[in-house]
C-alpha cells in the first residue's frame, strides 16, 4: 500500500534486499520499481571460492529483478578493490559507493577518488 501511494504522488520507491529470488518477487508484489541489490555479503567474502559465489547470487538476482521488469541498483561495502566486477553486471543501472569514495578521500582527496572510481566503472562497462 505505502508503494503505490508514493508512487501515486510521483515518489519512486527503492527497497534494499539480498540476492536473493524470493525478496525481488516480495519488491515486485509491494509495486516498488526499484531495488537495490545489498552487496555486503559480496564485499566482505575472504576467499576466492566465496568471492566468486556471492558474487554468482549477485548476478543471478539483477538478471532475474530486470527481467521482471525492475531497475536494479546495487551497493553495500563497495571499495575501489571490488567494485569493478559488479559495476560489469548489464543490469545495474546505479552503484551506491558514497562511505567508500568519502573514506578514501581523506587520503587523495575527494576529486581523486572520486576519478578513480568513476574510472574503475567505465572500465567495467567498457566505456
Known sequence: EVCSELSANNIKTSLF???DQHQIDAAIECGAPIIEI???HYANA???EEIGFELKKITNACKYA???GLQVNAGHGLTIENTRA???IESVVE???GHSIIARSLFVGLA???SEMKQIIKEARGL
Open 95 to 97: 552503484l551506491n559507493i
Open 17 to 19: 534486499i539480498d540476492a
Open 46 to 48: 575472504s576467499s576466492p
Open 66 to 68: 530486470h527481467s521482471k
Open 86 to 88: 559488479i559495476a560489469a
Open 38 to 40: 545489498h552487496t555486503g
Open 112 to 114: 581523486s577518488a572520486t
